[in-house]
């Protein structure tokens, strides 16, 4: 439902308003770097001290927690707002007046489908991730993404 609200934001014209704000941009650039290359450090000592999770791990607030985090991880990144209102809403406006609803109507229904084959991906998964050396490498692999997502947005300043 986040990303659908961001996308629709950057359709609507913030990603457009955003443009004309190179200053913002900047600022929103520098700091989406710090906490990708923030999130990549804890998932590389993540990897470099493997533990396996379970859904009991956390007790009843389990779901709360994931809810929660994954909010935070939404609405507090900077660099989703550079990817689906920024990114998207210029593309999407560059398709005309009708094209960028249908731009929408296709990200929308691709971000739902990615997220709903991540869900029950990770249910597929749950025998692989009870191995430690799983999420060694899957931390290593996400600390490497990060770092490089991180370091990209500072050398396009």
Sequence with gaps: MSDAILILAGISGIGTLLEHAPSLITFVRIAG????LSYAIFAAKRALRPQTLSPDQHGNGSRLTAVTMALALTWLNPHVYLDTVVLMGSIANGRGEIGRWWFAAGAITASVV????????ARLLTPLFAKPNAWRILDALIAVMMAVLGISLLIEL
């Design 33 to 36: 770097a710090v906490f990708l």
């Design 114 to 121: 990615w997220f709903g084959a991540l869900g029950y991906g």
